[in-house]
């Protein structure tokens, strides 16, 4: 990772933990801490999941996730050009992971939320991606997906 790279990563981590503000990504991604959460009660992680239109429970961050299914499911929000998602890091709070579980009654992570509502896991985004749901969902929030530009592209070509 290069230095001003990862001086940024590192910003927005510190940022992360605390309290809002517009994050160096302006109105994209938001890594939140522990400190964000409050810990795992359902009543908070409603309040979470309602809060943006697209929110995921990852392990890691976005910049640096944890695990390789965490790292997909951000490839694909890239893939889609979705930036302005929170994005909450189960490693950070043990509350967090577990309480995010039991809300949505889904043993694993990472977890995607669209609009509060629960979507899935990884396999399930995946899902959505390769069958064009995903494009789909993500225009009924108003969010336009990068792929139909990237189709459109092609097609002009």
Same mark, same amino acid.
């Given at each position: 990772m290069s230095g001003s790279l990862g001086r940024a990563a590192a910003a927005l981590?510190? @940022? =992360?933990? &605390?309290?809002?503000?517009? !994050?160096? @990504? =302006?109105? &994209?991604?938001?890594?939140? !801490?522990s400190g964000a959460s409050g810990g795992g009660s359902a009543e908070q992680l409603d309040a979470l999941v309602k809060?943006?239109?697209?929110?995921?429970?990852?392990k890691g961050t976005p910049e640096q996730p944890q695990c390789g299914f965490s790292n997909a499911v951000v490839q694909i929000l890239r893939l889609h050009g979705v930036r302005d998602y929170a994005a909450y890091n189960v490693l950070d709070d043990p509350e967090l992971r577990q309480g995010i579980k039991d809300y949505s009654n889904w043993?694993?992570?990472?977890?995607v939320y669209l609009n509060g509502e629960f979507v899935g896991g990884?396999?399930?985004?995946?899902?959505?991606?390769?069958?064009?749901?995903l494009v789909e969902e993500l225009k009924k929030l108003g969010i336009?997906?990068?792929?139909l530009d990237e189709k459109k592209d092609q097609d002009s070509k």
């Open positions: 981590l510190r @940022w =992360g933990r &605390g309290t809002g503000g517009g !994050g160096l @990504w =302006g109105p &994209g991604v938001r890594a939140a !801490g809060k943006d239109k697209v929110v995921v429970f990852l043993p694993t992570i990472p977890q990884c396999d399930i985004l995946l899902q959505m991606h390769q069958n064009g749901d336009h997906s990068a792929l």
